[in-house]
């Protein structure tokens, strides 16, 4: 793979998993999910997995140090 096909593919998916996080994020505030354990439990799960991914993507397509 090349430096410019890292970089696209990196771009095209930390885009969309950023705005997924940032949705978790905003689910995590709302009432009927802080209030309720178990939603609150499920978002917080899907936030951390999706957070695992951004740093595993972060990891193996940074570009390369000069």
Known sequence: MTPEEA?????DLTT???SLIG??????????VAGD????????????SAHRMLTLIDQRLRPPSR
């Open 37 to 48: 354990p178990a939603a609150s439990e499920y978002v917080g799960r899907c936030t951390v």
């Open 16 to 18: 969309p998993l950023t």
């Open 7 to 11: 970089r696209l593919l990196r771009h």
């Open 23 to 32: 949705f978790l994020e905003l689910l995590e505030d709302m009432p009927s």
